[in-house]
């Protein structure tokens, strides 16, 4: 993706939130969260710095260059998936994001007792090979 605007949403999208979640959280309102990722307006630095605080990588949207991850800070586990990741196509990208939250919003479930299932065993490490 190219220019401001289309990094921000891909920031946004990666993240799982909605126009008006992320506009919440940078202190605007959803109109103008529209119009940032057009590219008819441009946001203030303490908007950035609030999504920055959240998980948006203000590099990225900046410039276009992600910002580096220390080698040391993956597991061999998540180096793995991460190189797998980015040989996705973006669509599938998605498709896998949305994969993984409903599975965390699962796993969150389980913690305070409410078990649901996805009707067959999910063994990760043998997607992986």
């Given at each position: 993706?190219?220019?401001?605007?289309?990094?921000?949403?891909?920031?946004?999208?990666?993240?799982?939130?909605?126009?008006?979640?992320?506009?919440?959280?940078?202190?605007?309102?959803?109109?103008?969260?529209?119009?940032?990722?057009?590219?008819?307006?441009?946001?203030?630095?303490?908007?950035?710095?609030?999504?920055?605080?959240?998980?948006?990588d203000a590099l990225y949207?900046?410039?276009?260059?992600?910002?580096?991850?220390?080698?040391?800070?993956?597991?061999?586990?998540?180096?793995?998936?991460?190189?797998?990741?980015?040989?996705?196509?973006?669509?599938?990208?998605?498709?896998?994001?949305?994969?993984?939250?409903?599975?965390?919003?699962?796993?969150?479930?389980?913690?305070?007792?409410?078990?649901?299932?996805?009707?067959?065993?999910?063994?990760f490490d043998d997607a992986?090979?």
């Amino acid at each position: 993706m190219s220019g401001f605007g289309p990094r921000l949403r891909e920031e946004r999208e990666r993240l799982g939130l909605t126009q008006r979640v992320f506009g919440d959280i940078g202190g605007v309102e959803p109109n103008a969260q529209g119009k940032y990722e057009s590219g008819e307006r441009t946001p203030r630095a303490d908007y950035l710095a609030a999504l920055a605080k959240r998980g948006v990588d203000a590099l990225y949207v900046l410039s276009g260059v992600h910002t580096p991850v220390p080698l040391d800070s993956l597991t061999v586990d998540e180096d793995r998936v991460l190189a797998l990741f980015r040989r996705l196509p973006e669509a599938d990208k998605r498709a896998l994001r949305h994969l993984l939250q409903r599975l965390a919003g699962e796993a969150s479930e389980r913690e305070v007792g409410q078990v649901r299932t996805l009707g067959r065993p999910v063994i990760f490490d043998d997607a992986l090979t």
